[in-house]
């Protein structure tokens, strides 16, 4: 079953993606969600790119740095 997180929870999932609090966004995304690592994760990386997208000088580092030492 798809996670249904709503606008106004993305807000926080969001500026942790932004800090890159990456450990916090999956877990704000597994609770808002209700979904499990997998889900939370496939969330985590389409919201990013969604917001690298719309958003990218919110992002203080490039792509490749983002994810570097990150393993999922």
């Known amino acids: 079953m798809p996670a249904d997180i709503?606008?106004?929870?993305w807000q926080p999932i969001d500026e942790a993606i932004f800090a890159?609090?990456?450990?916090?966004?999956?877990r704000q995304i597994r609770s808002a969600?209700?979904?499990?690592?997998?889900e939370a994760m496939?969330?985590?990386?389409?919201?990013y790119a969604k917001l690298r997208a719309e958003a990218p000088d919110r992002f203080a580092c490039t792509d490749q740095d983002y994810w570097a030492g990150f393993y999922s």
């Open 20 to 26: 890159k609090h990456i450990l916090a966004a999956v």
């Open 6 to 9: 709503t606008a106004e929870q």
């Open 33 to 38: 969600g209700n979904c499990g690592l997998r």
């Open 42 to 47: 496939e969330l985590l990386h389409a919201r």
